[in-house]
């Protein structure tokens, strides 16, 4: 019998790729959102409390914290970030003829997945300056107004960079809510996808405890939000 | 089993306002060759009673003229079955993918009053008219081993007994006519067309196509049919094979969770369900390949 033609070198990777996709997605990049919510929801509870949980994390020491940083949240993004921009590229969205309820959530996934990559791009850029290297801090960071976050001053800081304009705190508001969204939905493909839910009842379910986590999320997401867009530091 | 399909709503019944010789306009999306241009052409009939898309495609063929009253090459089309199991007439009809011989024209007035509009499948390559090639379809068959293969050359015996359940679930796939309704609504289902290179051969050019059709997206009618050869208890002697194939390039791992293609299915196939079951079967697949070795 004639076997399946042999796949490209790209192709024999795919299943391993986009199931590697649908992982990370969830463990680091979710759990990572959801602790960096909770570290910023501690800003209603005074700038004292946030310093504090910055202080927390800021001990695990100077060459430690950079190493878990690059290994399980910027590293893990952009290559989460970089496989979906290409899952894109490689659907023909049509939202406007199958206008079903699951195909504008497939729809808007891969939405909010682009305008969440770019406004992570823009806020880790605008906090962090994206590489703390002293010839990139000085010839790129700074002349481009990134790099504002300083930990030892986190509350005033972190309030400073939302409060910087009207335009930044509703890029802030669309931001925090796309990556809720793509979380919460991608959780629910990725109970299909790994195999968890099975049934249509099983998924309607499903859909129901994702929706109860995205609102979760959403409640901690702009509570920090509003904490940061209104506290003010003297 | 609770099934979303939308084949209930086809099959409403008819308020009786169609009333014979009724005057109506058919809009067909026209093309003389593969890649060719398209253009559209519209013909007038007159109503009859149980008329359906074939039927209308009939009247077309007996008098090919345009309601502006040129005469013009028949539309061509395919039917086979004329009961809505063989596929061959499925067509784009009122924007909805569906078969002809099951499009009943006074519900299609009922719902736009006037017009009928008639478009060739938008996945698949064109070869003229409505007729679309389908073998993609087949070629991906091939692929994922939809078959049960048997020895036939002496009597093995009756083979292992199924559940009731098992059978009834096994009913719900075999039902899958291949018509390609669930890849028309497929977002991740892209079509592939190729044009002859310069001095190519047909076996080239057959031998490209058939390599592109392999490595791209099998659809969620393969995955169906992967469940349902590897859920019968002699196919499941090759379920690995299956399961192979399910994770090869352009496997499973391609399907967005859109789950267009259950809600468009004219069967009313759990084609989600089987999408999640054979999802799982990868998972479990994957596991063993690398660490039970």
Redesign the interface.
Known sequence: ??R??P??IF??Y??LV??LHSLIGLLPVGAFLFIHFVTNFSILDGPATFQMRVDQIHSLGPITLPVVEWSCILLPIVAHALIGLI?VA?????LL??R?A??F???F?RWTGVVAFAFIAWHVFDTRGWIQESWWVAHVTHPLGGGTFDAARAAATATASVQASGWVAAAYLVGVLACVYHLANGV??MG??????????A?RWATMLCAAVGLGLAVMGLGALWGMATTVIR | MNTTSNSSSFHRPIASDCQPGQRFYVRVLRQDGPRKRRYWQRFALEYEADMNCISVLQRIAENPRTDDGRDVAPVAWECNCLEEVCGACTMLINGWVRQACTALVAQLLQDRPGEIELRPMTKFPVLRDLVVDRSRIFAILEKILAWVPVDSYYDLGPGPRQSQEAQQMAYLYSKCMSCGCCLEACPQFLKIELEYREGETPEAYNARLRTANMRAYIGSHAIAQVELFNSNPIGAMNATERLDALVAEGGIQVCGNSQNCVRVCPKGIPLTTAIARAGRAATRHIFRKWFDR
């Open positions: 019998m004639q399946p033609d796949a490209s192709g024999r795919e299943f986009r199931r899952i490689r659907g023909k969205r049509n003829y199958y079903y699951r195909n959530r497939y729809t996934q629910w493909t299909i996808t790994w195999g968890a839910w099975t049934s249509p009842a998924q």
